[in-house]
Structures are given as structure tokens and as C-alpha cells.
């Protein structure tokens, strides 16, 4: 368990200094306590506590009802389970869109609240005075481009971003400006992998890939996704490293077996 107010091994810097030298950053999104401290054990260099809980925690469709509530809890559990990783936590939908005093307030509660060493926020160019006025107040912010969930209804689809050369323009725009605001590193969601290289090799700070190819400075999956614990969500990006839905059924369903066969408990297993 980490200290309060300690500073955790993996820093904004360390990951900066992971780009020049060619290192890649590996970063995965965790919800709870028992989860990020697996992660974390393994060696993981950033957890993000993602919205993406609003889907694979709380069941919702859009990652939209998630409140800061809501995310600073998770956020807590998260930071007490880890000793090494940088902790990113998403600022959630409605909670840095209205103006920018609104958006330093929602930082600010989450670095007081859960001890997390930064904050992620969706959108360029629009939402740069938010970005600014955080970063002003000394909190690191992780920029996000691309396919930003919290604009689905929007963009009406969860397909590629930025096919077309006037939105990649503007996804270059608005990573140079994120950079100039001073953000420490950029996520870059499902875009092409042309788009995402050129990207990454005109920013010196990290650009952290998910559906954006190899060429990015890091890759982030979705831990449910990538452990197979959810197995109805399978995009050409997701590589799945276990089963765990399989696991987890045919376990439970062992259970359910042996306490209806009145095999569980056996003597060895009471008092
Ligand atoms: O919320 C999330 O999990 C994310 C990642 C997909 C980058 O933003």
C-alpha cells in the first residue's frame, strides 16, 4: 500500500524519459482495490481509472451517467491497491465542460479525495481553457483524441476516427495545442495507424495507443476486455490474454453443483 501523499515510482517524467529512449509505456485501466494491486504487481507503468467503469462496472451502455462521485470511489480503491504506477483518473462527462472554474474544481477534488497523481479529459481544442487552467493549478493532465466516448452521441458510432484528412488535421491541431498547454501525454483512440504515427513522432511528449496501431509511445486496454471477463465486445484492436469469463463459469457453476450435491462443505471444510 503506498504512503499518503507519496510519490510513486512511475512519474510524469519517467515516462517522458521512457519516450526518448524508445521504451514502451505499458498502461491498463483498473477500477478496485484487488484488481489495480494485480496489476500493479505486474509490473503495469500507468493505471488509468477510466469512465470505462460507467460500462464494465456499473453495466451502463455510454460511459455518460458516471458521476465524479462515482469515479472518485473507484479512484480510491484503486490508488490504496498500488505502490509503483502512475494513477490517471478520468474526469467524467459534464464535469469540466462548462467553463473552467467548473474543471479545476473537479481536479481539484479528485487529487484531494483519492490521492491519484493525475487527471485524463477528453477533447482538443475545445476544451484547452479547462486544460490550461488545471495544469496552472499544478495538476498533470493526460490529453484524449481520437474516438472520444463521451461524445457518442455526437459522432452517433464507435467507429474509426479521423479517416477523413480534415479531421485528422484537426487531431493534429489539437494534439500540438495539448502539448503547448503542457499536458504529459496524449491517449490516441481507434484512428488509423498513419495517423497515429505521425502523431506520435512529431509530439516529444508520449502518445498512448488504443486501436491506433504500433507506433505510438504505449498501448491501453481495457482490463475486463483484455482478461476476457467481458466476451461480447470484440473489436480488430482487442487481444484477449485469458478467459476469465470461461474460468469464472465453469468455477461458479462447480460451486453451485457441489452445494446442491451437498459436497460443499466436506468435514475438512468446518469447524
Ligand atoms: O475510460 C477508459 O477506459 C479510457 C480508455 C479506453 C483509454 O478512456
Known sequence: MSVAGAVRAVTTLRLTEMKQRGEKIAMLTSYDY????IVDAAGIDVILVGDSAANVMAGYETTLP??????????????????????????????????????LDS?????????????????????LESVQRIISAGIPVMGHLG??????????????????????????????????????????????????????????????????????????????????????FSPRFLRRYADLHGVMSEAISNYVSDVKAKDFPNEKEQY
Open 66 to 103: 458516471i458521476t465524479l462521485d462515482m469515479m472518485i470511489y473507484h479512484a480510491r480503491s484503486v490508488v490504496r491497491g498500488v505502490n509503483r504506477a502512475l494513477v490517471v483518473v478520468d474526469l467524467p462527462f459534464g464535469t469540466y465542460q462548462g467553463n473552467s472554474k467548473v474543471a
Open 34 to 37: 484487488s484488481t489495480a494491486k
Open 147 to 232: 474516438l472520444t466516448p463521451q461524445s457518442i452521441h455526437k459522432f452517433g458510432t464507435y467507429s474509426v476516427r479521423a479517416k477523413e484528412e480534415a479531421e485528422a488535421e484537426k487531431l493534429i491541431h489539437d494534439a500540438r495545442l495539448l502539448q503547448e498547454a503542457g499536458c504529459f501525454a496524449v491517449v490516441l483512440e481507434k484512428i488509423p495507424a498513419t495517423l497515429a504515427k505521425r502523431v506520435t513522432e512529431e509530439l516529444s511528449i508520449p502518445t498512448i495507443g488504443i486501436g491506433a496501431g504500433g507506433a505510438t509511445d504505449g498501448q491501453v486496454l481495457v482490463v475486463h476486455d483484455m482478461l476476457g471477463i467481458t466476451n461480447d
Open 107 to 127: 481536479a481539484i477534488r479528485i487529487m484531494k479525495e483519492t490521492e491519484a497523481d493525475a487527471v485524463k479529459i477528453e477533447g482538443g481544442e475545445e476544451i
